[in-house]
């Protein structure tokens, strides 16, 4: 019997061997192969987990039935074990609606995000997203927002994340216009700039321009908006004039 504290390399190649068969085979040779495996086994102080991680710690073939390494995992938390599993859980694509809040009890949310926030800003390709927004949008995600969401729970605490921190990263400005054309000119400059709807807001004949701009946009629009706003006036008496040659030739 060799010691269950360093087993022997040989042994355990062995014990994979026959493990793969048993997994593989039917009928006779499933039935001497798992004879094989469970006197390996018992006789060298071995259990399936020793053979692969997240296999059951039981030393009888059959608890491998209907068995999922997330199983092996879970029944790790609350252990010293316990990091390593989470590690693991967060990227299994099959957890169920209880397994996942059971993981996301144990879980730091804002702690994982701002462990990887610096690489999803890398990789985000978001010129206005900062590392900083990802770890604000971190700090205030819910557990249960996650357990509801149907993708592996890293991937969707990673999309999550980015969806509110690109909405922290281009907070909402209240752009004055000095009359119902200024505040167009304003809401078309803003749409031509980012691609993105812009809203105009009258009050008691007083316009604004409501615009989700982050830094970088709001530097460029005010730029563009100070190069060529004198020229509105100008552009809008050549539509004027455009506007009735067409209303003219139509008749």
Same mark, same amino acid.
């Given at each position: ?9 040989a ?25 094989? /495996? ?5 006789t060298?102080? /071995? ?11 039981s ?8 068995w ?6 879970l029944?790790?938390?609350?252990t ?40 999803w ?7 206005? /997203? ?8 971190g ?66 004949g007083?316009?604004?321009?409501l615009?989700r ?15 060529h706003?004198?020229? /509105? ?18 008749f």
């Open positions: 019997m060799s010691d269950p504290a360093f087993p022997d390399p042994i355990l190649n062995r014990a994979r061997g026959v493990l793969n068969l048993f997994r593989g085979a039917a009928g006779g040779e499933r039935v001497a192969a798992r004879g094989a /495996l469970t006197r390996l086994l018992s060298h102080g /071995l259990y399936l987990d020793d053979l692969e991680a997240g296999l059951p710690h030393q009888n073939p059959d608890d491998l039935e209907g999922r390494p997330a199983l092996g995992w029944a790790a938390l609350g010293d074990a316990q990091d390593d599993a989470l590690n693991r859980l967060i990227e299994v694509e099959d957890l169920s609606l209880s397994e996942r809040r059971r993981v996301l009890e144990r879980l730091s949310l804002p702690a994982l995000v701002a462990s990887r926030a610096a690489g800003r890398e990789t985000a390709a978001d010129p206005e /997203l900062e590392e900083v927004h990802l770890i604000q949008a700090q205030a995600l819910g557990s249960e927002q996650v357990a509801q969401d149907t993708r592996p729970v890293a991937e969707a605490v990673r999309q999550l994340t980015l969806q509110a921190a690109w909405l922290l990263a281009r907070p909402e400005r209240r752009l004055k216009a000095s009359n119902a054309l200024h505040a167009e000119f304003l809401a078309g400059l803003v749409e031509g700039l980012t691609q993105r709807r812009a809203r105009i807001e009258e009050v008691l007083s316009f604004t321009v615009a701009l982050g830094v970088g946009e709001l530097s460029r629009f005010r730029s563009a908006a100070a190069q706003e004198a020229r /509105l006036d100008t552009e809008l008496l050549r539509a004027a004039r455009r506007f009735g040659k067409d209303v003219g030739r139509s």
